[in-house]
């Protein structure tokens, strides 16, 4: 059993940053791909970025790319989304999510193959 707890959200104002952590616990997490995914009301969820054991495997969303960091620390377990010039869209429930038998396009994609999700950390974007 994989247990996900995400911590980091909050109110930041538009160009600012954020990082958010997902701390992981469980059996061979290395080999699970982890995920950051987000819902703001109304919306759809959204896979924002994923990484598979290190930094050279790893999806964004278009809408993020070249303002989210995506890292891994496999000796803490933690999972880290570093946010910066973030924007009023950006405002939602982020979260932490691991998938056992998938890859990270599938997985950020598509939705596909997330077998565990944390609860959640509430990011607010505004002036």
């Known amino acids: 059993q994989v247990q996900l707890v995400e911590s980091g959200g909050g109110l930041a104002q538009p160009g600012g940053s954020l990082t958010l952590s997902c701390v992981t616990s469980g059996p061979e997490l290395d080999y699970y791909t982890i995920g950051w995914f987000r819902q703001a009301p109304g919306k759809e969820r959204e896979g924002v970025s994923c990484i598979f054991q290190s930094e050279s495997t790893t999806y964004y969303a278009d809408s993020v790319k070249a303002r989210f960091t995506i890292s891994r620390d496999v000796v803490k377990n933690v999972v880290y989304l570093q946010m910066n010039n973030l924007k009023p869209e950006d405002t939602a429930v982020y979260y932490c999510?691991?998938?056992?038998?998938?890859?990270?396009?599938?997985?950020?994609?598509?939705?596909?193959?997330?077998?565990?999700w944390g609860e959640g950390t509430l990011v607010t974007v505004s002036p």
């Open positions: 999510a691991a998938g056992g038998m998938t890859t990270v396009e599938a997985m950020c994609g598509w939705d596909v193959g997330v077998d565990y």
